[in-house]
Protein backbone atom coordinates (compact mmCIF):
# COMPACT_ATOMS: atom_id res chain seq x y z
CA UNK A 1 0.00 0.00 0.00
CA UNK A 2 2.77 2.39 0.95
CA UNK A 3 4.66 2.19 -2.23
CA UNK A 4 0.83 2.55 -4.00
CA UNK A 5 0.78 5.92 -2.90
CA UNK A 6 4.23 6.98 -3.03
CA UNK A 7 4.07 6.11 -6.97
CA UNK A 8 0.78 8.01 -6.86
CA UNK A 9 2.47 10.73 -5.21
CA UNK A 10 5.19 11.07 -8.01
CA UNK A 11 2.92 10.99 -10.95
CA UNK A 12 0.83 13.74 -9.83
CA UNK A 13 4.36 15.83 -9.35
CA UNK A 14 5.32 15.25 -12.41
CA UNK A 15 1.97 15.94 -13.96
CA UNK A 16 2.57 19.24 -12.09
CA UNK A 17 5.44 19.88 -13.54
CA UNK A 18 4.57 19.25 -16.99
CA UNK A 19 2.06 21.55 -16.67
CA UNK A 20 4.12 24.13 -15.10
CA UNK A 21 6.37 23.83 -18.49
CA UNK A 22 3.81 24.22 -20.86
CA UNK A 23 2.37 27.00 -19.01
CA UNK A 24 5.67 28.76 -19.07
CA UNK A 25 6.46 27.89 -22.66
CA UNK A 26 3.07 29.77 -23.20
CA UNK A 27 3.69 33.08 -21.54
CA UNK A 28 7.30 33.15 -23.09
CA UNK A 29 5.49 32.83 -26.36
CA UNK A 30 2.90 35.11 -25.82
CA UNK A 31 5.65 37.83 -24.75
CA UNK A 32 7.30 37.61 -27.36
CA UNK A 33 4.64 38.06 -29.93
CA UNK A 34 3.33 41.37 -27.73
CA UNK A 35 4.00 44.35 -29.00
CA UNK A 36 6.84 46.43 -27.74
CA UNK A 37 5.45 49.69 -27.56
CA UNK A 38 5.49 50.66 -23.63
CA UNK A 39 7.75 54.12 -24.69
CA UNK A 40 8.43 54.54 -28.21
CA UNK A 41 10.52 57.91 -27.86
CA UNK A 42 12.53 56.48 -25.26
CA UNK A 43 12.96 53.25 -27.77
CA UNK A 44 14.05 55.78 -30.11
CA UNK A 45 16.46 58.06 -28.01
CA UNK A 46 18.22 54.70 -27.41
CA UNK A 47 18.61 53.81 -30.80
CA UNK A 48 20.13 57.21 -31.44
CA UNK A 49 22.44 56.89 -28.70
CA UNK A 50 23.74 53.68 -29.95
CA UNK A 51 24.60 54.71 -33.43
CA UNK A 52 26.12 57.49 -31.72
CA UNK A 53 28.33 54.71 -29.86
CA UNK A 54 28.95 52.99 -32.84
CA UNK A 55 29.53 55.56 -34.89
CA UNK A 56 33.04 56.09 -32.43
CA UNK A 57 33.67 52.70 -32.38
CA UNK A 58 37.03 50.92 -34.09
CA UNK A 59 35.52 48.20 -36.60
CA UNK A 60 36.62 45.37 -34.38
CA UNK A 61 34.49 47.39 -31.28
CA UNK A 62 31.40 47.24 -33.35
CA UNK A 63 31.90 43.54 -34.30
CA UNK A 64 31.96 42.80 -30.57
CA UNK A 65 28.78 45.45 -29.47
CA UNK A 66 26.86 43.68 -32.31
CA UNK A 67 28.04 39.90 -31.76
CA UNK A 68 27.24 40.92 -27.99
CA UNK A 69 23.54 41.84 -28.97
CA UNK A 70 22.63 39.18 -31.19
CA UNK A 71 23.46 37.30 -28.11
CA UNK A 72 26.57 35.85 -28.60
CA UNK A 73 29.08 34.45 -25.75
CA UNK A 74 31.66 36.59 -24.33
CA UNK A 75 33.88 33.55 -25.04
CA UNK A 76 32.75 32.83 -28.85
CA UNK A 77 33.49 36.95 -29.24
CA UNK A 78 36.89 36.44 -27.98
CA UNK A 79 37.69 33.48 -29.83
CA UNK A 80 36.42 35.44 -33.02
CA UNK A 81 39.22 38.35 -32.35
CA UNK A 82 41.93 35.70 -31.29
CA UNK A 83 41.37 36.88 -27.57
CA UNK A 84 40.34 35.87 -24.37
CA UNK A 85 36.63 36.28 -23.72
CA UNK A 86 37.10 38.12 -20.82
CA UNK A 87 39.70 40.39 -22.63
CA UNK A 88 36.77 41.06 -25.31
CA UNK A 89 34.63 42.07 -22.50
CA UNK A 90 36.91 44.68 -21.35
CA UNK A 91 37.85 45.71 -24.49
CA UNK A 92 33.97 47.08 -25.57
CA UNK A 93 33.77 48.24 -21.67
CA UNK A 94 36.49 50.47 -21.70
CA UNK A 95 35.51 51.26 -25.42
CA UNK A 96 32.30 52.67 -23.84
CA UNK A 97 33.88 54.35 -21.41
CA UNK A 98 35.86 56.64 -23.87
CA UNK A 99 33.38 57.46 -25.97
CA UNK A 100 30.94 58.48 -22.92
CA UNK A 101 33.27 60.29 -21.65
CA UNK A 102 33.70 62.01 -25.26
CA UNK A 103 30.27 62.79 -25.64
CA UNK A 104 29.84 64.24 -21.99
CA UNK A 105 33.49 66.47 -23.14
CA UNK A 106 30.81 67.94 -26.33
CA UNK A 107 27.89 68.03 -24.19
CA UNK A 108 30.00 70.60 -21.91
CA UNK A 109 30.77 72.85 -25.19
CA UNK A 110 27.97 74.47 -26.42
CA UNK A 111 28.29 75.84 -30.04
CA UNK A 112 28.13 79.76 -30.22
CA UNK A 113 25.53 81.27 -31.83
CA UNK A 114 26.52 81.65 -35.24
CA UNK A 115 27.16 84.99 -37.52
CA UNK A 116 25.47 88.24 -36.12
CA UNK A 117 23.96 87.12 -33.30
CA UNK A 118 27.42 86.25 -32.01
CA UNK A 119 28.59 90.16 -32.44
CA UNK A 120 25.38 91.16 -31.12
CA UNK A 121 25.87 89.47 -27.72
CA UNK A 122 29.30 89.94 -27.37
CA UNK A 123 28.70 93.33 -25.18
CA UNK A 124 26.36 91.87 -22.97
CA UNK A 125 26.20 91.34 -19.76
CA UNK A 126 24.14 88.81 -17.52
CA UNK A 127 21.15 91.51 -16.38
CA UNK A 128 21.08 91.83 -12.36
CA UNK A 129 18.52 89.88 -9.74
CA UNK A 130 16.62 92.68 -7.70
CA UNK A 131 13.96 90.53 -6.76
CA UNK A 132 16.65 88.74 -4.28
CA UNK A 133 16.14 89.62 -0.55
CA UNK A 134 19.34 90.18 1.67
CA UNK A 135 19.40 88.90 4.92
CA UNK A 136 19.37 91.25 7.92
CA UNK A 137 22.45 90.43 10.24
CA UNK A 138 22.42 91.44 13.62
CA UNK A 139 25.74 91.94 15.07
Known amino acids: ?17 NKEHAL ?9 TAPKSADLSRQFEMRILLREYLARFSFEEKDMCWRRLEGHA ?29 LAKEEGKKSLPSGTQAGQNEGLKP ?5 VKTKATTA
Open 74 to 102: WDEIGERHGISGHAARERLRSAVKRVKAE
Open 24 to 32: LHAVTARNA
Open 1 to 17: MAGYVFRAFVRRVNRLK
Open 127 to 131: AMRTD
